[in-house]
């Protein structure tokens, strides 16, 4: 970090950037630093649970309201037990408002297990994108959860 004219700045691909971006009118705007956790509603939590230890090693971490923080290595996920199970729509049917992917960094090796960790999947998607290669599989209530290794350069 160093002081430039607009305040604190840091190296970005060789450029100075401002730490605090200023919007057009001179405000600033808030910065995300990292995504913490990102709720999903199950139908059966604790089929969920027993699924993303299983196949990702999470850990029970802790309750909250109406859910459970679930992780391991800094990566967080909290799940909720849906209201009414037997009508909830899978998050790729449903219209509604709903996080339809998220995405998990792993290594190269974890990528080319995919397939034999997940054999249960029969609809795993592969992509290879001009910045990283991936795929997309689903939990048991049909969250899609890429899973990516960036490509260097």
């Known amino acids: ?12 691909s060789g450029e100075r950037r401002p730490l605090v971006q200023l919007r057009g009118n001179g405000d600033t705007m808030i910065r995300p630093k990292k995504l913490n956790a990102v709720n999903l509603v199950v139908r059966d939590l604790e089929r969920s649970l027993s ?10 971490l802790f309750d909250v309201q109406g859910a459970v923080v679930i992780g391991a290595g800094g990566v967080e996920l909290e799940l ?7 009508n909830a729509k899978r998050p790729n049917e449903a219209k509604d408002i709903c996080i339809r992917l998220f ?3 792993v290594s190269s090796d974890d990528l080319a297990r995919a397939e034999t960790e997940f054999a249960e999947d029969k609809d795993i998607v592969w992509i290879d994108h001009p910045k990283f290669k991936s795929c ?3 939990d048991p209530d049909g969250h899609s959860i890429e899973l990516y290794v960036d490509k260097p350069g």
């Open 1 to 12: 970090m160093a002081d430039g004219p607009d305040g604190p700045t840091q190296a970005v």
């Open 51 to 60: 699924w993303y230890e299983e196949h990702f090693g999470f850990e029970r």
């Open 80 to 86: 909720a037990q849906a209201d009414d199970p037997a």
């Open 103 to 105: 995405a998990f960094e």
């Open 136 to 138: 997309i599989i689903e």
